[in-house]
């Protein structure tokens, strides 16, 4: 009797920020209390309302072949197994962690074993991936790994998978969880009810990756999900769709189907839902007990120049009252640094936070991800600040470099604007404040702001030393 073929899914952690929350820059061990401090509220963060499952590598382990055992490696809680034997490595590359993919892959191919490379970054740069894989994964790999099992284990791997179209979401694929885990995270209870974006905004590349259109899974292979779900983990449910409530007359057909569930449930959505009463009262009723929701600007100028048109300023404080009116908490998240913006922006956006009373205020830095409209516009305005033709020089942070000059504002006195504006913000005594005021989650919104008081503080300190040393 063969024995089974083995393979290893394996998600890697960021350099820095929400994965790490540590300074980019070395840091001599000296002992004292502050970095003892500093390492406790690390691992805190990591382990608590940061850390979910990579739902990607949640999907293609429980794909189900014959003659193949799958396990996961998540990196943010353990080292890569590599005394292990495994037939086929699969890693998930994200544009910014691309070089720490690399490095891995090719440790493990000296070792003579064959590695799959998949992710977005595959999709968008697949020659810059080919000198490190045997095999690329390109697109959305529902089908795809599937078919790359099964050649394994016939050992007929090919060098490319790839398929026309997107994977039909309206047929049955249900997602297990015996891969995790359970006490690493936040919860395991992460759904998706479908993919693609109508939206247009150029520092965003999902319309890019899974199409304009909107693509959904059945109603009832959602509630059967959430039902299997509930049998191994009650925490909070993750709706991990970037723009819940696009589809409106399916989000309401689903929640409020969930609603005997008695769930509780996060999400995201656009403030839209707060001019949508009816979905909005759904939403409560269903269990929802805080929305991302992505703001982006204040600054009319700027929600035009990045094409951010879904929702207009003048309508941004309303909906957001209204949803909070209805019992739910708004973590909402700007973008300061957009073409439109200038010094004044910030005492913008310090009015608006207190004016809706946002539970937790989102403040990031305008990432020029490469494979974005937005990079491309940077590239050739020679506004890029790391070398756009290496891929590699991207990388993912919690706000703590710049990656881009803006347009309106010198560098220097963008980088003190943005560490005033946060330190305005994020306080204990404002944590306190927002997490006793919150709708709801009130434990939730009070840990999201102490987290950010540590973590933007380690933001202004890095970027300080970027200007003072590289800039």
Request: proline share 5%; net charge positive; hydrophobic share 40%.
């Amino acid at each position: 009797m063969a024995f089974p073929k083995k393979v290893l899914l394996v998600f890697l952690p960021s350099d820095s920020g929400v994965d790490g929350a540590r300074s980019l820059y070395d840091e001599p061990e000296t002992g004292s209390v502050r970095q003892w401090f500093d390492r406790s509220v690390r691992t805190i963060i990591k382990k608590s309302q940061f850390a979910i499952p990579p739902l990607s590598l949640m999907i293609l382990g429980s794909i189900e072949v014959p003659g193949v055992e799958q396990q996961l490696c998540d990196m943010r809680f353990e080292e890569f197994p590599a005394e292990k034997k495994w037939d086929l490595v699969g890693i998930s590359v994200q544009t910014g962690m691309a070089r720490k993919a690399f490095e891995l892959a090719d440790m493990v191919r000296k070792k003579r074993i064959p590695v799959a490379l998949g992710g977005a970054h595959v999709t968008l740069f697949p020659d810059s991936c080919r000198p490190h894989a045997d095999v690329l994964v390109h697109g959305e790999a529902d089908d795809l790994w599937k078919e790359a099992l099964e050649d394994l284990r016939s050992e007929s791997l090919k060098q490319d998978y790839r398929t026309k179209g997107f994977p039909d979401l309206s047929l049955s694929r249900p997602v297990s969880k015996r891969m995790l885990i359970k006490n690493r995270y936040f919860t395991t209870n992460l759904i998706q009810t479908g993919r693609g974006c109508p939206y247009n905004c150029d520092f965003c590349n999902v319309h890019v990756l899974n199409g304009r259109s909107l693509r959904r899974r059945s109603v009832g292979d959602i509630v059967a999900e959430i039902e299997r779900f509930l049998e191994h983990d009650r925490r909070i449910f993750f709706f991990v769709d970037d723009s819940i409530n696009a589809d409106p007359a399916y989000a309401e057909e689903l929640f409020g189907r969930l609603i005997p569930y008695r769930i509780s449930w996060f999400g995201q959505a656009t403030t839209t839902l707060g001019q949508q009463s009816r979905l909005l009262d759904v939403f409560a009723q269903s269990g929802c007990r805080a929305l991302l929701v992505g703001i982006e600007s204040v600054e009319p100028a700027s929600r035009s120049a990045h094409r951010k048109n879904q929702n207009k300023a003048t309508e941004l404080v309303a909906a957001i009252k209204n949803i909070r009116h209805a019992g739910i908490s708004l973590y909402g998240s700007f973008i300061y640094g957009l073409d439109g913006d200038t010094l004044d922006t910030p005492s913008a956006i310090l009015d608006f936070v207190r004016e809706t009373k946002l539970d937790v205020p989102g403040i990031n830095i305008l990432r020029p991800t490469p494979g974005t409209r937005v990079f491309e516009r940077l590239r050739e305005e020679g506004r890029l600040l790391f070398d756009p033709d290496d891929c590699t020089a991207f990388r993912y942070t919690f706000g703590q470099e710049m990656l881009y000059k803006p347009k309106r504002i010198p560098l220097d006195a963008f980088v003190d604007s943005y560490s005033t504006l946060t330190r305005e913000l994020f306080t204990s005594a404002q944590s306190f404040r927002r997490g006793l005021g919150a709708p709801s989650a009130k434990t939730a919104v009070l840990f999201f702001n102490l987290f950010y008081t540590h973590l933007y503080g380690l933001s202004r300190n890095d970027l300080r030393k970027q200007v003072l040393t590289h800039i």
